[in-house]
Protein backbone atom coordinates (compact mmCIF):
# COMPACT_ATOMS: atom_id res chain seq x y z
CA UNK A 1 0.00 0.00 0.00
CA UNK A 2 1.17 3.37 -0.88
CA UNK A 3 0.91 6.46 1.74
CA UNK A 4 0.69 9.53 -0.20
CA UNK A 5 0.46 12.97 1.58
CA UNK A 6 -3.37 15.17 1.46
CA UNK A 7 -1.63 18.37 2.64
CA UNK A 8 1.14 18.35 -0.59
CA UNK A 9 1.38 22.11 -1.29
CA UNK A 10 2.64 22.78 -5.22
CA UNK A 11 2.81 25.94 -4.56
CA UNK A 12 4.93 26.00 -1.72
CA UNK A 13 7.12 23.49 -3.28
CA UNK A 14 7.33 26.12 -6.82
CA UNK A 15 8.51 28.45 -4.91
CA UNK A 16 11.35 25.94 -3.14
CA UNK A 17 12.57 25.55 -6.23
CA UNK A 18 12.51 29.02 -7.16
CA UNK A 19 14.11 30.15 -3.58
CA UNK A 20 17.34 27.87 -4.76
CA UNK A 21 17.08 29.05 -7.98
CA UNK A 22 17.04 25.70 -9.68
CA UNK A 23 14.99 23.65 -12.13
CA UNK A 24 13.04 20.71 -12.15
CA UNK A 25 15.21 18.77 -13.49
CA UNK A 26 18.10 19.92 -10.83
CA UNK A 27 15.75 19.00 -8.32
CA UNK A 28 15.42 15.32 -9.41
CA UNK A 29 19.05 15.01 -9.78
CA UNK A 30 19.61 16.61 -6.47
CA UNK A 31 16.70 14.07 -4.83
CA UNK A 32 17.33 11.09 -6.78
CA UNK A 33 13.51 11.40 -7.87
CA UNK A 34 12.88 10.57 -11.47
CA UNK A 35 12.19 14.17 -13.54
CA UNK A 36 9.18 12.66 -14.68
CA UNK A 37 7.34 12.41 -10.74
CA UNK A 38 8.83 15.92 -9.33
CA UNK A 39 7.10 17.52 -12.48
CA UNK A 40 3.94 15.57 -11.62
CA UNK A 41 4.42 16.79 -8.26
CA UNK A 42 5.16 20.43 -9.33
CA UNK A 43 1.92 20.42 -11.38
CA UNK A 44 -0.41 18.82 -9.15
CA UNK A 45 -0.73 15.84 -10.61
CA UNK A 46 0.14 13.62 -7.66
CA UNK A 47 1.62 13.85 -4.05
CA UNK A 48 4.93 12.48 -3.16
CA UNK A 49 4.94 9.55 -0.64
CA UNK A 50 6.75 10.41 2.84
CA UNK A 51 10.10 9.07 1.71
CA UNK A 52 9.89 11.08 -1.12
CA UNK A 53 8.66 14.00 0.62
CA UNK A 54 11.91 14.01 3.13
CA UNK A 55 14.12 13.43 -0.16
CA UNK A 56 12.66 16.58 -1.70
CA UNK A 57 12.82 18.48 1.75
CA UNK A 58 16.43 17.23 2.12
CA UNK A 59 17.56 18.48 -1.44
CA UNK A 60 15.39 21.55 -1.22
CA UNK A 61 16.99 22.52 2.38
CA UNK A 62 13.50 22.84 3.73
CA UNK A 63 12.05 21.18 6.15
CA UNK A 64 9.59 18.92 5.38
CA UNK A 65 6.31 20.85 6.83
CA UNK A 66 7.66 23.93 4.17
CA UNK A 67 6.77 22.05 1.32
CA UNK A 68 3.78 19.57 3.23
CA UNK A 69 2.10 21.82 6.24
CA UNK A 70 0.45 19.99 8.89
CA UNK A 71 -3.25 21.03 8.99
CA UNK A 72 -2.89 20.14 12.88
CA UNK A 73 -0.69 18.54 14.95
CA UNK A 74 -0.86 14.59 14.77
CA UNK A 75 -2.74 12.60 17.66
CA UNK A 76 -0.46 9.97 19.72
CA UNK A 77 -2.20 7.12 17.86
CA UNK A 78 -0.93 8.71 14.55
CA UNK A 79 2.13 9.18 15.30
CA UNK A 80 2.21 5.45 16.79
CA UNK A 81 0.80 4.27 13.13
CA UNK A 82 3.63 5.94 11.17
CA UNK A 83 6.38 5.71 13.19
CA UNK A 84 7.65 3.53 11.16
CA UNK A 85 9.45 4.55 8.22
CA UNK A 86 11.88 3.01 5.46
CA UNK A 87 13.73 5.67 3.64
CA UNK A 88 16.03 3.53 0.96
CA UNK A 89 18.09 1.08 2.65
CA UNK A 90 17.61 2.77 6.02
CA UNK A 91 15.37 1.10 8.49
CA UNK A 92 14.37 3.87 11.58
CA UNK A 93 11.91 2.97 14.40
CA UNK A 94 10.68 5.65 16.52
CA UNK A 95 12.70 3.81 19.15
CA UNK A 96 16.03 4.05 17.60
CA UNK A 97 18.60 6.33 19.23
CA UNK A 98 21.29 8.14 16.69
CA UNK A 99 24.78 8.73 17.51
Request: glycine content about 8%; charged content about 20%.
Amino acid sequence: MRTTLATWDTDKFRAACRAQGWTLHQISVRSGIPHSAVRSYSRGGSSPSPARLVQLAQALDVPTTALAPLSQAPTLNELRSRCRTDLGEHRFDCGDSVG
